[in-house]
């Protein structure tokens, strides 16, 4: 029997008779597939897409399997023509069950958990109870220590407080003495929660003889004398998770001012590369540049194809998840080749547009197309901070995270080596420029090391500091030039920053392997769709990458229409960075730029 749902996809598509008891289209002409299989639970969603890709998508061709795809595993809103309206409290599921929230049209993590920080804070001191701020277990988390000895105070101020407006309040923690309150919030696609995870958790302490006793561990002190002086201190004396001049102030213990050994304290800055392969001015550039080196045509396909340039409008929403889950990001810098997205704000202080031109200089060969050869002069950006994140545009940030998740507090940078081999055969005229460089990168290391690096590094922020790129530049010099002077990809090329840094780092002692939480998906591949919704649905990764090496001209709108549901699904919130009404297509980068901000760096290992 055919599955009625999918009359439009395929007719003799059959199902597990358990899954089409689940999922069948109801008698209202009305609903659509894609509400469905939206409103369907997710097991038995995941079962029939994996069918799917068993019994369906193999039977057809290459370009309709992305567009199938899609309509299995559709991404977003269950009723994205009917958002809900500001300040009206709705069902919602966060990766730790369902629960109710307010909509809201801009929030964050650090808004939300200040928020119910703020709210328990003033409702203590309006109850006229002593407290203390302590820092988080948890980045998003904040906490306050209370007298147990006013827990019964406290328990009936704090339901109060939750109950006036949709709030949840929770016991937990040893013997029931820890309580979590928080006012979740959601966009009006209720896609994004901010609920649980930013409570404010209130820990009742009890007093000891001459100390105070905490119900359990914290990252700086469970004991604390009695005496121990009341100060007042900023927002990052508790934490990492926050903007690093935050000068809000709360009351805490002089003991949660110290800092610990772990903590990272030396600013941290990011560079992301963007191009718009679409601007008509630059694809003129291009083809002018093909036309000078015919050299092109003889390497891999992949050192000039389309999709190396393609703009899905990725770095809008990256940059959506660098201001949502890394406060901490001291400034950004944005590499073009003199183009600027219509809708970033040149205006804002932390960020700044660098073109290829100010970072050339008389080296190397502009107008250039080649990454490595743009990765290979990042560390020369005016004000860059001694450690950085190096992010393509289609990296993205899952979740939460904090500098240590990069960089040691002594000023290490980690690397992510991935599961993927580099290929031991010598280098040859069929591989693709990343595996060339890969072997190139290989090659240098074994001659100065006798070391041979056999893996490749995932799809993550690079960690990457000026001073050992700027070593790596010196002490390879031709290597480098000859990469920074190839306007396409070439066979010679090394690849800086996403390989050749991590190895020489670590061999020099100024790097350390680092586990991230990762995800990659290839957007040719048309199990990307389960993987998508999987991600929109746990948001358990720290970073994740949209990748598309090579896909035919037909894929292209079914990729771009895949990344329009899913982006704006995870990072609903507009970030500081973007103009409330964008200008008019890609513009020129301003000229001249203004001023690079810069502050003095502390000494590092």
Not at 135 to 160: N, Q, Y
Not at 284 to 313: E, F, I, Y
Request: aromatic share 8%; glycine share 6%; charged share 25%.
């Amino acid at each position: 029997m055919a599955y009625t749902a999918l009359n439009g996809i395929d007719r003799n598509f059959t199902l597990d008779r358990r899954v089409k008891a689940r999922v069948v289209r109801r008698k209202d002409d009305g609903v659509t597939l894609r509400r469905i299989l939206l409103l369907t639970p997710w097991p038995i969603r995941r079962r029939v897409f994996q069918a799917a890709q068993r019994r369906l998508l193999p039977r057809m061709t290459p370009e309709r399997r992305l567009r199938v795809a899609r309509r299995l595993m559709p991404l977003g809103p269950a009723r994205p023509d009917r958002p809900a309206t500001t300040g009206r409290v709705i069902r919602v599921r966060d990766p730790h069950g369902p629960l109710r929230a307010r909509v809201v049209t801009r929030a964050d993590p650090v808004q939300a958990r200040r928020a119910n920080l703020d709210r328990v804070a003033q409702a203590l001191d309006s109850a006229g109870v002593d407290w203390f701020r302590i820092p988080g277990r948890r980045p998003t988390s904040t906490a306050v220590a209370v007298p147990e000895s006013d827990r019964d105070l406290v328990l009936r101020v704090l339901a109060g407080l939750a109950g006036r407006d949709h709030g949840m309040l929770r016991r937990g923690g040893p013997q029931g003495r820890v309580a979590a309150v928080c006012w979740p919030v959601t966009d009006p696609g209720g896609n994004l929660v901010l609920g649980p995870d930013h409570a404010c958790e209130v820990e009742f302490w009890r007093a000891e003889r001459t100390h105070l006793v905490a119900p359990r561990r914290n990252p700086v002190a469970d004991r604390i004398p009695a005496g121990d002086p009341v100060v007042s201190a900023a927002e990052p004396a508790f934490g990492a998770f926050c903007a690093p001049d935050d000068v809000t102030a709360y009351r805490t213990r002089r003991t949660f001012t110290t800092v610990d050994p772990d903590r990272v304290e030396f600013p941290v800055d990011v560079v992301y590369t963007w191009v718009d392969g679409a601007d008509p001015a630059w694809q003129r550039r291009k083809a002018r540049a093909l036309a000078d080196n015919p050299w092109v045509g003889g390497t891999h396909r992949q050192a000039a194809n389309d999709a190396r340039w393609t703009s899905r409008d990725e770095l809008r929403y990256s940059m959506r998840a660098l201001h949502c889950f890394a406060p901490w990001v001291r400034h950004v810098y944005l590499v073009t080749d003199d183009q600027v997205p219509s809708w970033l704000d040149l205006g804002h202080p932390r960020l700044t547009v660098i073109g290829h031109r100010e970072i050339f200089g008389d080296t190397g060969a502009l107008p250039t197309f080649n990454s490595q050869a743009i990765e290979s002069r990042l560390h020369r950006i005016p004000g860059l901070a001694e450690h950085f994140l190096y992010l393509n545009d289609d990296v993205i940030l899952g979740r939460p995270v904090t500098p240590d998740l990069f960089f040691t507090a002594g000023g290490l940078i980690k690397f992510f080596p991935s599961p993927a081999l580099v290929d031991p055969a010598p280098r040859g005229p069929g591989d693709r420029p990343a595996d060339s460089a890969a072997k190139n990168n290989r090659r240098l290391i074994l001659e100065t090391f006798g070391r041979v690096p056999s893996r490749k590094m995932m799809h993550t922020p690079h960690p990457s500091r000026r001073s050992v790129l700027a070593e790596i530049e010196s002490r390879f010099a031709e290597p480098v030039r000859s990469t920074a002077g190839h306007q396409f990809r070439h066979p010679d090329d090394v690849s800086l920053l996403s390989s050749l840094q991590q190895y020489y780092a670590y061999l020099t002692g100024r790097a350390t392997p680092g586990r991230i939480r990762h995800r990659y998906a290839d957007l040719a591949d048309p199990g990307t769709a389960l993987k998508l919704a999987g991600l929109l649905r746990s948001r358990d990764a720290d970073a994740f990458c949209l990748n598309d090496v090579e896909s035919r001209d037909a894929a292209v709108a079914e990729q771009r229409a895949l990344l329009g549901d899913f982006l704006p699904a995870y990072l609903p919130f507009p970030s500081p960075f973007e103009l409330c009404e964008p200008r008019a297509g890609t513009v020129p980068a301003p000229q001249p730029r203004r001023p690079v901000r810069t502050v003095a760096l502390p000494p590092v290992a």
